[in-house]
């Protein structure tokens, strides 16, 4: 295979608040090197994208020393919380602008889709703007002509095709926007984001024919995600990006561990415990602590997921019962439960305070993210009759990884997700 992307001590610098320097000194300074073919004079000066913290320097490092080659045909995942730099990245592939110092080398046409509308023009018509996008993408009127109706097809918007584009939703957006970047012939596609906004069965649909172009037809992708799910499934390598650095290059699988123990969200919802404004409830008991699987976010499949939370009674109860809800990757559909689970049947007394520990088999689940829902409360006559005394919202997620496909790892497929499979034990 043959390299389609050399990067070579790349690095971006913005200065905060101010366009230019802030002062004509400086920007005179900035322009006289640059006429005599000399380095930025500032372009030393700065600090590392830190932000969570306010910093010394006006100047920051987006992006700082960054090397790497892409193969073709490879698709590269690449990671890393917000503010990494993984956008600014993808920019200066795409030549949205242009690194500070370094360099970038690029064999053949690149297409991307970085930001929802991006190239669209919202008075012309979906057909027009294919059109549009694919003359920015740089593709001739005949190539265009020959996919159009496979590109409108994918998209899925054909009802709407001759409607100008400012009356689509974010979604239709992204739909057509991607179709024009997929199905044209350029040898480099760039997908940042951009395609949480679509729904799930277009998502499905995206990642498939990302696979089809870098298997079948040999081109190479670059593809930005928060779901590790997705990048462990579609891509063959990755990079670690944090505080604009280049932490780790290599397979995906090592990456995604790398990170989830480095950015491990396990535990965010411990800073949001008592906020009651994102609780509900009654509030005679609530959750005070929550850790799940150790704090760490990985979780291999062939080990149990434990539960650990502490309980406070803040008002006489007869009875504690214990349920928890798994989401699928987008947060918006339950796919599986555990029931109501008793803890406690004696009645507990206001002031008290209680630790409960259960564990679950992960090889029930697929290798995917899952948004937790977890839910404290009593009995009633019907299952829709429960009283919650607290609930917490998704504010946890699991992140099932594994390198083994589904039934290598033990999953039962006649035994689907769905509710009052999660098999609590208490400890």
Same mark, same amino acid.
């Given at each position: 295979m043959s390299t389609v992307i050399k990067v070579e001590n790349l690095s971006k610098q913005y200065r905060l608040g101010?366009?230019?320097?802030?002062?004509f000194k400086e920007d005179t300074k900035k322009w006289w090197a640059k006429i005599r073919g000399k380095e930025n004079p500032y372009a030393f000066e700065g600090e590392e994208n830190n932000r969570s913290v306010k910093g010394g320097s006006d100047y920051v490092w987006s992006l700082k020393d960054i090397n790497f080659e892409v193969q073709q045909g490879d698709v590269l995942g690449i990671v890393g919380r917000n503010g990494a730099g993984k956008s600014t990245l993808l920019k200066i592939l795409s030549k949205v602008t242009a690194p500070t110092t370094g360099?970038?080398?690029?064999?053949? &046409?690149?297409?991307?889709?970085?930001? =929802?509308?991006?190239?669209?023009?919202?008075?012309?018509?979906? &057909?027009? +703007?294919?059109?549009? +996008? /694919?003359?920015?993408l740089g593709m001739r009127s005949h190539e265009i002509k020959f996919k159009l109706d496979e590109i409108i097809a994918?998209?899925? =918007?054909? &009802?709407?095709?001759?409607?100008? =584009?400012?009356r689509y939703s974010s979604g239709m957006y992204v739909r057509l926007a991607f179709a024009v970047a997929a199905h044209l012939e350029n040898e480099i596609l760039i997908i940042d984001e951009v395609l949480a906004v679509g729904d799930s069965e277009f998502q499905k649909k995206?990642?498939?024919k990302m696979s089809d172009v870098s298997k079948g037809e040999g081109r190479t992708v670059l593809f930005v995600s928060h779901n590790m799910s997705a990048i462990n499934k579609l891509c063959n390598k990755s990079m670690f990006l944090e505080n604009g650095k280049l932490r780790n290059f290599g397979n995906t699988f090592d990456i995604i561990k790398e990170y989830n123990s480095k950015n491990s969200i396990a535990n965010l919802g411990l800073d949001l415990i008592n906020d009651k404004t994102i609780r509900r409830g009654g /509030?005679? *008991? &609530?959750?005070?602590? *929550?850790?799940?699987?150790n704090g760490n976010e990985f979780i291999d499949p062939n080990e149990d997921i434990l539960f650990k939370f502490s309980v406070e009674v803040f008002k006489n109860v007869e009875e504690l019962c214990f349920g928890c809800l798994l989401f699928n990757s987008e947060g918006n559909e339950?796919?599986? /439960?555990?029931?109501?689970?008793?803890?406690?049947? +004696?009645?507990?007394?206001?002031?008290?305070?209680?630790?409960?520990?259960?564990? =679950?088999?992960a090889k029930i689940l697929r290798t995917g993210y899952f948004p937790v829902y977890l839910w404290l409360g009593r009995k009633g006559d019907k299952f829709d009759d429960a009283y919650a005394f607290d609930v917490l919202d998704k504010l946890y997620f699991l992140n099932i990884i594994s390198n083994l496909p589904a039934i290598e790892l033990g999953y039962d497929f006649s035994n689907p997700l769905g509710f009052f499979n999660l098999n609590f034990e208490l400890l």
């Open positions: 101010l366009v230019g320097s802030g002062t360099s970038i080398k690029a064999k053949g &046409r690149i297409a991307s889709l970085l930001e =929802v509308g991006t190239g669209f023009h919202p008075e012309l018509t979906g &057909r027009e +703007n294919i059109f549009l +996008n /694919g003359a920015i994918f998209a899925g =918007v054909e &009802r709407y095709i001759d409607t100008p =584009v400012k995206c990642l498939g /509030g005679e *008991v &609530r959750f005070i602590k *929550v850790e799940i699987n339950p796919i599986t /439960g555990s029931g109501l689970i008793e803890l406690e049947s +004696n009645i507990l007394s206001q002031g008290e305070i209680k630790e409960y520990s259960l564990k =679950v088999k």
